[in-house]
């Protein structure tokens, strides 16, 4: 054990003054006088008054007077502690015990008397040397010191043992109750002398309390030979009042059998002492086959990290123990009682090596860093290490049975080098299945995988294991989670990340990376077969603090989660050559050149992964080939959610891909052309690199992997490492497309997005703008909304036509804020899907504008009376030619592709409610109606607009006019069309039903 951190101060003056506390003021001695040593039959009383201070908490003492003679001045401080010292105690009192010959029979002596029970009953041999004194109700002995001075000479000659008896004298203290303690100071030890003098000191810590009294203080040799035996010198009596006890004390809870149990503090300046108390139920010694262990890991401490020292005192103040380095590092540790085992991290096993401990409260100091203890002060401790923040843990574990035998219910495993062996065993609910295997001389290289893969629990298919130490049951490994799904494993071995994964790459196991250690750490290095035992319970094992975890030392297992069914066990080991690098079993697919989809579809469980292979044709990306990869068809519950990953044949990973394909699914695309996709997944157009992929080439006649993972959390690494995530839950069927062209990939023409058709852009009287308006509702930042119309003629700088296009009236356009419904974007393609121009903050506050055609004369912006006024428009963005174009209005952070109508909208966002207005302002010719009542088509079909006035433009008109849609919005006060307010009235009805009459 190691305690250069403990610090004893014997010298009781110098101590803090927070520890020191006035003596008692009087103790009387009733003393026998030296000729007195037969018949006690005379007494003197002598009193010393304790009196006076010296403003530091030191007191001093009186002179006292003994036999005539003036006595040392001493010190007497510490907890209402008075310590005299009697120098000498009896005028050197020479003891002459039965000084005649040795007698031929039994000696009526207390000539070796181990007990101190016989004195001299026939009274012809000298009674031992005694004195009593007195002591007020309630006090307590304790700590008497006494020293000897031994006068050396030859043995006796009968002294058989050559035991030289001069050099022994013992001592002996009764209390009025009776109870009796003892020792024997030995200067010289168990040999002969020459004629000189040594001195010794010994103590008689223990503590005696009883009711006032006469308390007797006895002395002799401990053998009755002729001659002058020894010569007493120095004896020290130390008496103390009822002590006071710590305060305050963190209580540790009722002790649990076999588990830690714990407390804490926090530390608030230097060498604070932080006090615990823990109650210890039985009497403890190394046979009692029970066993307390106290300790502080855990415990947090600066600028030293988990660094402690502890002291242990009985309910009296007492030391009992202390230790500053038994446990992990530098914490403290302590064990109690008997059996043996693990220790905390790097410390000491718990061996008993502390001893043993009767029943009762038990205080603990605990302080971060060092502490120093006074040995004749109760609960005598200070801090002396400068650990300023942090906190002291202490956790105490008693346990009931010391003996660590392994379970006799557990299944032996059989091991083959390089072969999985499988056992299966039944588990009841909260129950443990218990397997052992047996290993060779292993070298380092060699590599162990052990999983529960088949397992079949219920209602969760949820297993923890943990592998024991024999003998001992220590705890070497444990897992919860790291196999398929739920269920768990382990890995040991020369660390790399190259060997397979658990469930032969068709699930979520965690790839055998060899994360728990060296095989060497379990085999024997004597040549003899080395067992280790395997515990499997049904659920998840808490592993974070020692004090609840589930697997504890000596085989124990804390009560698991009722998970029951059967556990599959399985374990490999591969003395060398581990596998590493394996080609994960895939499903192919049978890739056509040409164009033509080629498919694989396989059922897959929540948090898993599918494997498909395919071969490429002879093909050259980097001229005019393509291939195109997506999931369409899958089909996964409750979210068809997929991930995924393209590897080469060595584990190569190429590009992964999340949500590029439809809703949630995934789509990757290499090389030339421009291809129609499904849904609103993102244009097949050469996206994830038109030679190669971005980590690796994709050539012509090779095989590639393709990883399909459930959820968006799944990974994919080198090595063919794709792991999905915890959290997903999806589970159903997935499904895996390729398709490639090696003789030039199509370019399809782009699909127009559906939108409302705002008709032919026109002014109906020349000279005068026409303001086109559409005002609706959004509840959405990720919504986006698509118009489209047409312009009969250029606009240009030379016919000096424009078109402008703003965002104006969209509210709430008072300060932009992320989100805020003010703040749009707009963008403008053509009707094959090349963008025509996109703005962000060209409007007033953040709100959009486009200005097309005409530079001259300049025109303003549109007047809104906000913070900060728009930019002029005088055609900044360029011409327009004659036709159709589609208008996309949208919220911030969305983004506009140069081809294909390609708009991603901003993901993420909060939800939102408000109005958006788009307005279309222009000088063209040509226009019969400036805000068109044509607003559906057959059905009344809002998104294919046709280009009659029926009954269901009606119909839809009023529809939204009665929903309070602003889509209704033409007129504004007095059936003004050209300045439009945000009011559903008469007038917007009046104002479309002339229109709608009028045939435009």
């Not at 006649?701 to 915890?726: E, I, K, M, R």
């Amino acid at each position: 054990m190691k305690h250069s951190k403990i610090l004893s101060l014997i010298a009781v003056a110098g101590l803090a003054t927070s520890l020191s506390a006035a003596p008692r003021e009087s103790v009387t001695f009733t003393m026998v006088p030296s000729q007195g040593l037969i018949s006690d039959a005379d007494t003197t009383t002598l009193t010393a008054t304790f009196a006076g201070g010296d403003g530091a908490g030191a007191y001093n003492a009186t002179y006292l007077t003994v036999s005539g003679s003036i006595t040392k001045l001493i010190d007497a401080t510490q907890h209402s502690e008075a310590a005299i010292l009697i120098t000498p105690p009896w005028n050197t009192i020479t003891f002459a015990l039965d000084d005649g010959a040795p007698p031929t029979g039994a000696n009526p002596g207390p000539q070796q008397n181990i007990t101190l029970a016989n004195v001299n009953v026939d009274g012809t041999a000298t009674a031992p040397a005694t004195r009593t004194f007195t002591v007020a109700a309630g006090d307590t002995v304790r700590n008497i010191r006494f020293s000897a001075v031994g006068t050396g000479r030859t043995a006796h000659p009968t002294d058989n043992l050559n035991v030289n008896p001069l050099s022994r004298a013992r001592f002996q203290i009764v209390a009025p109750n009776g109870v009796t303690i003892s020792t024997i100071v030995q200067p010289w030890g168990d040999s002969t002398q020459s004629s000189s003098t040594a001195e010794a000191t010994a103590s008689m810590n223990e503590t005696i309390t009883s009711s006032g009294g006469t308390w007797t203080l006895r002395a002799w040799d401990t053998s009755d030979f002729p001659g002058v035996d020894s010569t007493l010198q120095n004896v020290t009596l130390s008496l103390l009042s009822t002590p006071t006890l710590p305060s305050p004390v963190v209580p540790t809870p009722t002790l649990v059998d076999y588990t830690f149990v714990s407390a804490s503090d926090t530390i608030n300046f230097p060498g604070e002492v932080k006090w615990f108390s823990v109650v210890n139920p039985v009497v403890l010694s190394g046979t009692s086959g029970q066993a307390l262990h106290i300790d502080t890991e855990g415990s947090i401490t600066a600028p030293t990290v988990n660094d402690t020292a502890a002291a242990i005192f009985n309910a009296n103040g007492w030391l009992v123990a202390s230790d500053s380095f038994d446990g992990t590092d530098s914490l403290a540790s302590f064990s109690f009682g008997g059996g043996s085992r693990p220790g905390p991290g790097n410390g000491l096993p718990y061996d008993g090596r502390d001893g043993a401990l009767p029943p009762g409260t038990y205080y603990v100091a605990v302080v971060g860093g060092d502490l120093a203890i006074n040995p004749n002060s109760p609960f005598g401790v200070v801090g002396t290490s400068a650990e300023i923040a942090g906190t002291v843990k202490l956790n105490a574990r008693f346990i009931p049975n010391t003996a660590a035998e392994p379970p006799a219910d557990a299944t032996q495993i059989i091991l083959t080098d390089g072969v999985w062996s499988t056992v299966s065993k039944a588990l009841p609910a909260g129950g443990t299945a218990w397997f052992f295997f047996d290993l060779p001389v292993m070298p380092s290289t060699s590599v162990l995988h052990i999983d529960t893969e088949g397992s079949t629990l219920v209602p969760v298919n949820d297993t923890a294991i943990a592998l024991y130490r024999y003998p001992g049951g220590q705890v070497i490994n444990q897992d919860n989670n790291d196999g398929t799904d739920l269920l768990s494993a382990l890995s040991r071995g020369p660390a790399r990340t190259a060997d397979l994964n658990i469930g032969w790459y068709s699930d979520s196991g965690v790839r055998y990376n060899r994360r728990d250690g060296l095989v060497t750490e379990l085999s024997s290095p004597s040549g003899r077969a080395s067992r280790t035992y395997v515990a499997v319970i049904g659920g998840d094992a808490a592993t974070a603090d020692p004090a609840t975890a589930t697997f504890q030392p000596g085989y124990i297992i804390l009560p698991p989660v009722a998970n029951a069914g059967t556990v599959n066990l399985r374990i490999r080991y591969y003395t060398t050559g581990a596998p590493r690098n394996q080609i994960p079993p895939a499903t192919p697919i049978n890739l056509v050149d040409g164009g033509e989809w080629a498919t694989a579809t396989q059922p897959v469980g929540i948090s898993d992964v599918k494997w498909f292979t395919f071969t490429t044709p002879s093909f050259d990306l980097s001229n005019t080939d393509a291939l195109d990869i997506d999931v369409v068809g899958t089909n996964l519950l409750p979210d068809n959610d997929t991930d995924i990953g393209l590897y080469t044949a060595t584990g190569t990973l190429i590009d992964s891909d999340d949500n590029d394909g439809p809703g949630q699914l995934s789509q990757l695309s290499y090389g030339s052309g421009r291809r129609k996709s499904t849904g609103d997944a993102v244009r097949f157009k050469g996206q994830d690199g038109t030679t190669s992929g971005s980590n690796g080439n994709i050539g012509p006649n090779t095989t590639y992997f393709l990883a399909v993972g459930t959820g968006t959390s799944t990974t994919h690494a080198n090595l063919f490492s794709t792991q999905p995530g915890d959290g997903s839950l999806n589970g159903g069927s997935v499904t895996a497309r390729v398709r490639a062209w090696s003789s030039g990939a199509p370019t399809d023409p782009a699909e127009p997005p559906a939108s409302e058709n705002l008709g032919i852009i026109g002014t109906t009287t020349p000279g005068v703008e026409a303001v086109v308006t559409r005002t609706y509702t959004v509840t959405d930042a990720s919504e986006i909304r698509w118009f489209s119309f047409t312009i009969n003629d250029e606009v240009n700088d030379t016919n000096t036509f424009y078109l402008d296009i703003d965002t104006e009236g969209t509210a709430p356009g008072i300060v932009p804020v992320l989100s805020n419904i003010a703040d749009t974007q707009i963008g403008l393609y053509s009707n094959t899907g090349v963008l025509v121009g996109s703005d962000d903050d060209g409007g007033s506050d953040s709100r959009s504008a486009l200005s097309f055609g005409s530079t001259f004369p300049v025109r303003p912006p549109v007047p809104t009376g906000d913070s900060a006024p728009g930019v002029n428009r005088e055609g900044q963005d360029g011409p327009l030619v004659a036709g159709t174009y589609y208008l996309c209005v949208a919220t911030f952070f969305t983004t506009f592709d140069d081809v294909d109508f390609g708009v991603s909208p901003p993901i993420g966002l909060p939800e939102i409610n408000g109005i958006r207005v788009v307005n279309l302002r222009t000088n063209l010719p040509g226009r019969a109606c400036p805000n068109p009542s044509n607003v559906s088509g057959p059905g009344q079909n809002t998104l294919a607009i046709d280009d009659e006035l029926t009954a269901d433009d009606i119909i839809v008109f009023l529809n939204r006019f009665f929903a309070n849609d602003l889509a209704s919005n033409v007129s504004g006060p007095g059936q003004n069309t050209s300045q439009l307010d945000n009011e559903l009235t008469a007038d917007d009805i009046i104002v479309f039903l002339n229109r709608f009459f009028a045939g435009c």
